[in-house]
């Protein structure tokens, strides 16, 4: 079995890197690859984006987010979380069966003490029943890769807002995520695993799967990305992880829903959204006005359903002639993501 350390802590280079080693290169016996990155939330393939994450907190705190290759449900990931990924030949493993990748990773985290570790259900690793570990699979040209995730020490209350939406709000077909009891692996380690940084305990991880006693002697098992991979990397996460198309406009064709009452009236506001862009506008309200709101619903249409590209198209319209003593601020914050 070979192994890979990503240098990158950019959760979208980091996704493009597999997806360039599955695709790209014939190891000849299993790969194995660890990641770490920087607050973000990962989108399942099959999901609304919007839906799955609290826009204003995620926006405010800086949070990447991006669409993996595989299914499943959203995930949010900080610098307390490590990922893996195995990648073996489709003929090698049944897809669907998580089990399999998994069971090495909790018998190893049995051993550094957390005893009650088990693979549940689908794709979740439990201890004492609360989930530390989603896992996802995608497979492609003869190639299956499993990844999943191991929370070390991850910021718990972040997550908890990260990945906190309005169901009232957003209305689609999209695959929602099942919100489950969530924990930590740093205290259910033995004491002298329990103040690692994620980088040691992934030191620490890596040799006991090779059933070695430290990294130096699993080094031949390294592949080091090259500087002609690195090439073909960036164009993957620029077509891919980068792109808002892939991020935001994959997403199903959904509803969004919002209604306020002011001192001078209550708007309430229709979108349907198409391929991350506006589709259709209604709106609602007792408000007044002098303009004809329809000038502004025409204008919105085929717009990006980014806040930016919503704010650009209010801008060439005086808001107050339409919704009288209303802030604009207010209107365009009813009518973005």
């Known amino acids: 079995m070979k192994y890979v350390v990503m240098k990158s802590r950019d959760i979208r280079e980091n996704l493009a890197t597999e997806q360039f080693l599955m695709n790209n290169k ?3 016996e299993p790969l194995v690859l660890f990641y770490i990155e920087g607050p973000c939330i990962i989108v399942g393939r099959n999901q609304n984006t919007l839906e799955e994450i609290n826009h204003d907190y995620v926006k405010e705190h800086s949070i990447v987010v991006t669409r993996r290759l595989s299914g499943g449900g959203a995930v949010y990931q900080d610098l ?4 893996f990924s195995f990648v073996v030949n489709s003929d090698d493993k049944n897809f669907g069966d998580f089990k399999s990748f998994t069971q090495p990773i909790v018998d190893v985290l049995k051993e550094m003490g957390a005893k009650t570790a088990e693979v549940s259900g689908r794709n979740d690793l439990l201890v004492d029943g609360k989930k530390f570990s989603g896992n996802a699979m995608y497979t492609k040209n003869g190639k299956t890769f499993s990844h ?8 718990l209350d972040v997550l908890t807002q990260a990945l906190h939406v309005n169901e009232d709000k957003i209305k689609s077909k999209g695959i929602k995520s099942i919100r489950s009891r969530v924990t930590n692996l740093k205290p259910y380690l033995l004491p002298e695993y329990q103040n690692l940084t994620t980088e040691e305990f992934r030191d620490i991880l890596i040799p006991k799967l090779f059933e070695k006693n430290s990294i130096d002697e699993i080094k031949d098992n390294e592949y080091i990305v090259t500087d002609d991979d690195q090439k073909e990397i960036d164009k993957i996460l620029e077509k891919y992880y980068n792109n808002w198309d892939w991020v935001y ?3 199903p064709k959904f509803t969004v829903k919002q209604r306020k009452h002011f001192d001078m009236g209550t708007i309430d506001i229709r979108l349907n959204i198409e ?3 506006i589709d259709d506008v209604k709106i609602y309200g007792d408000f007044f006005g002098s303009g004809d709101v329809s000038e502004i ?3 919105l249409k085929n717009t990006k359903f980014e806040t930016k590209d919503i704010q650009n198209v209010l801008d060439n319209f005086n808001l107050d002639n339409y919704f009288k003593g209303i ?7 009813l009518m973005t993501p």
């Open 26 to 28: 014939d190891f000849n």
């Open 80 to 83: 307390g979380n490590l990922c």
């Open 148 to 155: 999943g995730t191991l929370s070390y020490d991850v910021d």
């Open 249 to 251: 406009g994959k997403s």
């Open 275 to 277: 391929n991350g862009m």
């Open 297 to 299: 619903t025409t204008a």
């Open 327 to 333: 802030p604009k601020e207010e209107i365009i914050k």
